[in-house]
Nanobody, 122 residues
Framework: QVQLVESGGGLVQAGGSLRLSCAAS????????RGWFRQAPGKERELVAS????????YYADSVKGRFTISRDNAKITVTLQMNNLKPEDTAVYYC???????????????WGQGTQVTVSS
């Protein structure tokens, strides 16, 4: 089964940018839907952005539309989240995730990364 490892988190001032990467090992992401979630302290984990198997269709939460971009590399091994114009409310642990097309994001079969902290100072 594919495994996911995130990188690229850190501390940034409001208005700044960060780029998160999620590398897959043990396989490619070519047959998986890919997503980025985040969880802030005291809040539920929320879907921030996702991409379907083809890469042609993407979803963004309203709170990040126009600021975040999800993309993948041609080898379909890495999925990235470019985050621009960051705000303090974007502070959270960010997780990448992958699922097969026939299961929901709530399924136990969803593959999760370990998470990376993003902190945006005001």
């Amino acid at each position: 089964q594919v495994q996911l490892v995130e990188s690229g988190g850190g501390l940034v001032q409001a208005g700044g940018s960060l780029r998160l990467s999620c590398a897959a090992s043990g396989g490619t992401l070519s047959i998986y839907y890919r997503g980025w979630f985040r969880q802030a302290p005291g809040k539920e984990r929320e879907l921030v952005a996702s991409m379907d198997v083809s890469g042609a269709n993407t979803y963004y939460a309203d709170s990040v539309k126009g600021r975040f971009t999800i993309s993948r590399d041609n080898a379909k091994i890495t999925v990235t989240l470019q985050m621009n114009n960051l705000k303090p409310e974007d502070t959270a642990v960010y997780y990448c995730a992958a699922r097969r097309g026939f299961v929901p994001w709530t399924s136990n079969s969803v593959v999760w990364g370990q998470g990376t902290q993003v902190t945006v100072s005001s």
